[in-house]
Every structure is written in C-alpha cells, then in structure tokens.
C-alpha cells in the first residue's frame, strides 16, 4: 500500500475485516471489537452528517481519553471533517480563543469540562457521558445504525488520505497557540512506523495513560490502529495504584508511563506471581542518565526503549535501545522508518557530523502546515525539511544528539550555553532527584545560567558545594550563577521541562552560587 493510500480510516477498515471479533478498546466495564468499534464509527459519521458536518468542517474534542474520544475522531475522519484536539488543562479563555480561531462548528465536551465552554462560542455543543451506560446521548448515537454511508463518504475512500484529519494547537511559547495541522496519511504513516520499530502484532495490548490530545497519546493508540492490538484506557481519576492494577489484570504488554506513574510502582509489588506482563516501555531520551529505568530492564524484564518527537511529525521521529543509552546517554538514538533526520545552518546547508545545529527531520508524517499561518508553516518547512527549532548534533553512525530548543540556548558573555549540558552535570549527583537550569537577565553577560534543583527526601546539598563540582567538568561561563532549591520543577504531561516557567521566576541576591 502506498504511503499516500493510508489513514485512520483505512486501518480501521482493515482492523474491522480482519480482527473483527478481537478486542480493539477497554475502557472500564465497556469493551469493544474491532467490528462494535467500526459500527459505532459509522453510526457516529452519517449522525454527523445529518447534522450537516462535512468535509473539512472542524468539530472539537474536549474529552477525556478512551473509546468515545477514539470513535469521535474517527467519525470525523471517515466524512473528511478536521478534528480540534483540545487540551482539558487549559483555562476557559484558552479554550474559547482555540475555538474560535478554528471556527469549530460542533463540540463534543464530556459533562466534567462544560465549565471551560462558557466563555466560548461552539457552536452546537454535545456533552457525552463518560459512564457508558448505554442511555446517554452519545450511546444512544453510536448504538443506533442509520444504515451506510452514502457515497461519495464510503468508507472515507474518496476522500483523499493526505486531507486533514486533526489539529493539535502548539502550547504557544512565543504568543498564541499555533493550529498543527495533520493530515490522516501522516498520523497513519507515524503509527505504521512506530509499531514495525516496536514490533507490534494484534496481540499487543496497550496501557493508556498520554492523553490523546497530545501527540504521545495519539500515536500510541494510533499503533493499535496499525497492529489490531488492543487499547486499555486508564481512567482519568485513576491513582498510580489503580493504574498497576488495570496493567496487571488485563495483561498489558506496552505503555508509555512517565516516570511520575511508574517510578512509585516500585513500592507496590508490581511483579506479581513472579509475573510483569509489561514487555515494552517507552521513555525519554537524551536525558543524560538512562540508569533511572534499569529497574525496568532487570527487575521487570522489560525492554526500555528512549525517544525523541514533535507534535509537527505526529509523534516520535527516533528510538534508542536501553543498552545505546548506556553507551551514549545524550543520544536520541536513530530515526523511526519512515524518517530521515538530517542537521543543518540557518542558510539550510547540511552539517557534517559532530557539527552543531538544527536538527531537521522529513518523512510522511511531516505536518501539513500550520492552520491559518503561511508565515509560520513557512519558516517550520523551509528548505524542504521541518525545522524542528531543536539544537543538535549527529555523529558517523547517523545517531541523533539533542542539546536543546534554539529558543533555550542561553547566550552568556558572546558564548552559547546549552541548558542539557549543565542538566547533564545534576544528573551525576545523588543527591538531586531532580533539575534545570535556564537563562536570566544578567547586566554584565546578558544572560546567566541559573539552575533549580530538588534534593533527594533526606538529603542535604548547598550551592558551594554544587559549585565545587562543577568545576572542571564545564567551562565556567556555563556554570550556574544562581542556585534555587525547589520541590518539584513544572513538567508537562509527558515529563519535559518547562524552562519558560523557570525563566518567569524571579533572581535574588540570595540565590547566588
């Protein structure tokens, strides 16, 4: 099949022939096939287009994860409408502004996030009960055939692959959110290239914990759109306990559990009977300290894979193995099979390797652009590639090294600091369980490196000392001229940094190193 032949629609299609009666979700006490799940698409797709949803309408998802987020988007995707991925976390203006910069025509809300609607203007709004006890309104829907989809929207295979299928808004680190706009071939190609990496089968069985309005969660469930595996959704109030519990009871082979999920695990039995049925596991990478998940790899006999994405190439570009982490614990390791990675200048003229730059990828997955944004799309795909905005290096092997976003570097006194080298140097004490650093407002260099650092429950560290042992392992205009010890630094959901928070903070005379 070629790559311009595929999309969600079509996996699901292929799902639904060949692994009819096999499980496609769990989401508590409901569980679907392949051929309930394909049903319900259906029913859910001519109800849409009753309603006067087509092709290229926008309807948004402000939905918690599991079946009815899947079968919406789904739904949409099978009669050409683009779907708005909406982030929960965000306040109600944040919201509003999404919605009214996609002009959505329709939202599916579940009862729980009514209250981020009421600044917005949504168009038709659909609240779809999360208990799925079958008299609700969407499960009135979905378990009501209409009969087929009429032409030209059978099966979605007149409508072309490459057409948009959904928007992740970008979390807008330099003014608003910026619409990424994904095209079903390019979600269908990522999900391909992530579960033949994985070496997925249908017996695969996904534990769901990423959200799906972020693109870890999307490609994940996507890959069970790939494979014929099975999706298992932990519920959103579901504790790291209940979660250990789901993954044990209904066999879970592959997750991407963050460390704040699976870390805590460690305290609660979680082989059980001499068993994990966890196989796969997917982390970070280029972190600088792999050894944090060797529990995993011996303890739970689990294969520890480290990657490194974007939302603008649906998801992971690159994997690395545990043991390659080892070897090289600032790789990103090698790229997914449909990506090719490359590093270039600012004039777009590649870089040999040990070369810094920016780290560029290409591939079927690439987004479409950027919705209603020719200026950003433009500076995002110049020169044939996408501009990743991330810092980088590859070496003889063709492996990737990240040193971080363009818009981090710290510039200090005419020279580049970048933020994951001086992290790297935490990373090394045990003392710190956690730390970054970022750039501050200097009269004297323009900017200067601070670090924040969390301890270790029980342990003690001052800034002299921490000092100290920086000394001789980096250059001392990258060392930290302020020191702020923390309880926990922001992350966002799939644990990375977010240095702009920490750059916001204010410096004191106090915190000097």
């Given at each position: 099949?070629?790559s311009?032949d595929?999309?969600?629609d079509?996996?699901l299609?292929?799902c ?5 009666h096999?499980?496609?979700t769990?989401?508590?006490?409901q ?5 309930q799940?394909?049903?319900?698409v ?10 006067g949803?087509?092709p ?7 939905m918690?994860d ?13 009669i ?5 991925l909406?982030?929960?976390?965000l ?12 002009e959505?025509a329709?939202?599916f809300v ?5 209250s981020l609607?009421?600044?917005?203007e ?10 799925h006890a079958?008299?609700?309104f969407?499960?009135?829907v979905?378990?009501t055939?209409?009969g087929p989809?009429q ?19 970008t ?5 608003r959110?910026?619409g990424c706009l994904?095209?079903?071939?390019a ?24 959200p799906l309005f972020h693109?870890?969660?999307?490609q ?9 595996g099975?999706s298992v ?5 579901d ?5 250990l519990?789901l993954l044990h009871?209904?066999g879970c ?5 963050f ?10 039995n979680?082989?059980?009977?001499g ?9 970070g ?33 690159t994997?690395?193995?545990y043991?390659d982490?080892l070897?090289?614990?600032r790789?990103i390791?090698?790229t997914l099979?449909?990506v090719?990675?490359?590093?270039l ?8 390797p ?13 987004m479409?652009?950027?919705w ?13 590639w996408?501009?990743t905005?991330?810092l ?6 063709g ?9 981090e ?20 004490m045990?003392?710190?369980?956690d730390a970054?650093?970022?750039g ?10 601070k ?12 800034r002299?000392?921490i ?10 205009y990258?060392?930290p001229?302020?020191?702020e010890?923390?309880?926990q ?25």
């Open positions: 099949m070629h311009r595929l999309s969600l079509t996996l299609a292929n639904a022939q060949r692994h009819a096999r499980l496609a769990i989401d508590g006490s569980r679907l096939t392949w051929e799940l394909d049903t319900r259906t029913n859910l797709a001519r109800w849409m287009l009753a309603r949803i087509g290229s309408d926008r309807i948004a998802i402000l918690t599991g079946a009815p987020f899947l079968t919406t988007l789904l739904a949409a995707a099978r050409g409408a683009i779907s708005v909406l982030n929960w976390r306040a109600p203006a944040e919201i509003a502004w999404i919605l009214s910069n996609a959505v329709m939202t579940n009862p729980r996030f009514s609607l009421q600044e917005a949504a168009g038709e709004v659909h609240q779809v009960d999360e208990s079958g008299d609700g969407f499960e009135g979905v378990g055939t209409l989809i032409q030209p929207y059978d099966l979605g295979l007149n409508l072309q692959p490459e057409r948009p299928l959904y928007m992740m808004y979390s807008g680190t330099t003014g959110p910026k994904q095209a079903g071939s979600v269908a190609a990522a999900a391909l290239g992530f579960a033949q990496h994985r070496r997925f089968t249908h017996e695969e069985v996904l534990l769901s914990v990423n693109v870890v969660g999307m994940q469930v996507a890959a069970m759109l790939a494979c014929g099975t959704f932990a519920a959103r109030d504790d790291n306990a209940a979660i519990e009871r209904e082979t592959t997750t991407s559990a460390p704040t999920i699976c870390f805590p695990w460690l305290g609660m979680p082989v059980r009977d068993r994990m049925p966890l196989t796969n596991y997917t982390g990478a280029g972190m600088g300290r792999p050894q944090m998940y060797e529990f995993i790899e011996t303890d739970w006999d689990a294969r520890v894979v480290g990657g490194y994405g974007q939302t603008e190439i649906c998801g992971f570009a994997f690395i193995d043991a982490m070897e090289a614990p790789s390791g090698w099979p449909h090719t990675m490359t590093v200048d600012p004039d777009g003229h590649h870089l040999p040990g070369e810094e730059g920016e780290l560029c990828l290409r591939g079927p997955s690439v479409l652009g950027y209603r944004n020719e200026e950003a799309s433009r500076a995002a795909l110049g020169h044939g996408l501009r905005g991330d980088g290096t590859m070496d003889e092997r492996r990737g090294y990240l040193l971080g976003r363009a818009k570097l710290i510039k200090t006194g005419g020279e580049n600091v970048y933020p994951a080298e001086v992290d790297a140097i935490f990373a090394a045990p003392e710190v369980a970054g650093c970022c501050v407002p200097d009269r004297q260099w323009g900017e200067a490196v670090a924040f650092v969390v301890l270790k429950p029980g342990q003690t560290l001052t002299e000392e000092t100290a042992r920086f000394k001789g392992q980096i250059a001392g990258k060392r001229r302020y020191i010890f923390v309880d630094l922001p992350r966002d959901p799939i644990g990375k940094l977010l240095r702009r928070e920490l750059s916001a903070r204010p410096v004191s005379p106090d915190q000097a190193a």
